[in-house]
């Protein structure tokens, strides 16, 4: 599949560029920076200093897609929350393709399957493996090709090794454990845990929702993206998103969120 063909399916039947991305993003295009924070669920007040200096932008009535303007230290950023999953990671991607943008952040929560990773860790994905369904769509040229599930989705090179660079320096410095990992991105959490044991032998160590796709879209819509990952549970150690975990690791997780991760994205921006 080619970007092109992607977005001459949606001209067909009625669609223009700037129909497309009112109806993905709730911004035209041209509100959209180079640069973007792409974030699930996270709004800019999860960072320090970000939310007093963001505008919220977007006229959506739900919850999400939201945009909020932000500029920190000369650099402006777009922020968008898409909501939680694949699909609606790999459609607000999609769209930004049609705008200036160049360079995506995703920012979000990952669950670790290892238990030399802790809640609260700070994470960098070397790659993604395709578990969801959304990608199938954008990888092969039929829906009647070889279904894509396990295929390895990749982060872009240059972007993420200044991510990683950063992201060890800082980590180091602060004294909070970093490393990069293997994720592999599934569509359910409710079912997931049935399958653990499948994908901890696939080689991965974090699980997450939505990276396989956007990095496959990003990548489609020629746009250099990497990812930064909070590590919010932890299944083999009965951390899990559903019980386990202690108030002390959580608030210890939004503080290295709250001060470390602005620090390193602003580093990786410059």
């Keep these: 599949m080619i970007y092109k063909d992607i977005i001459?399916?949606?001209?067909?039947?009625g669609s223009s560029e700037e129909d497309i991305c009112i109806s993905t993003l709730g911004v035209s295009?041209?509100?959209?920076?180079?640069?973007?924070i792409i974030a699930p669920w996270w709004k800019p007040s999860v960072f320090k200093n970000f939310e007093e200096n963001a505008s919220l932008i977007s006229k959506s009535e739900s919850s999400h897609p939201q945009i909020w303007e932000i500029e920190?230290?000369?650099?402006k950023i777009s922020w968008v929350r898409t909501g939680i999953g694949a699909p609606l990671i790999m459609d607000a991607?999609?769209?930004l393709g049609l705008?200036?943008?160049?360079?995506?952040i995703f920012v979000g929560s990952v669950g670790a399957l290892s238990s030399n990773i802790n809640i609260g860790d700070i994470v960098v994905p070397k790659y993604s493996i395709c578990g969801d369904g959304a990608s199938r769509y954008i990888l092969n040229d039929s829906l009647d090709e070889k279904?894509?599930?396990g295929i390895k989705s990749y982060p872009d090179t240059s972007m993420n090794e200044a991510l990683v660079s950063n992201s060890?320096?800082?980590?180091?410095?602060?004294?909070?454990?970093?490393?990069?990992v293997t994720a592999f991105s599934i569509d359910t959490i409710f079912a997931q845990y049935a399958h653990v044991d499948e994908i901890i032998a696939s080689g991965c160590d974090t699980i997450e929702m939505e990276t396989a796709a956007g990095f496959s879209a990003a990548k489609l819509a020629g746009?250099?993206?990497c990812a930064l990952f909070s590590v919010s549970d932890n299944t083999v150690t009965k951390k899990s998103l559903i019980s386990g975990r202690t108030k002390q690791e959580m608030d210890y997780r939004r503080k290295t969120r709250y001060e470390i991760f602005p620090e390193i994205i602003i580093n990786t921006l410059k």
Excluded at 8 to 13: C, L, S
Excluded at 72 to 75: E, G, L
Excluded at 168 to 180: L, M, P, S, W, Y
């Design 8 to 13: 001459d399916g949606m001209k067909k039947y």
């Design 29 to 36: 295009k041209e509100k959209i920076s180079e640069t973007v």
């Design 72 to 75: 920190i230290n000369n650099t």
């Design 93 to 95: 991607i999609l769209a």
């Design 99 to 104: 705008t200036r943008c160049t360079q995506i």
């Design 147 to 149: 279904d894509v599930y």
């Design 168 to 180: 060890k320096r800082i980590c180091k410095d602060k004294n909070v454990h970093f490393d990069t």
């Design 223 to 225: 746009i250099s993206m």
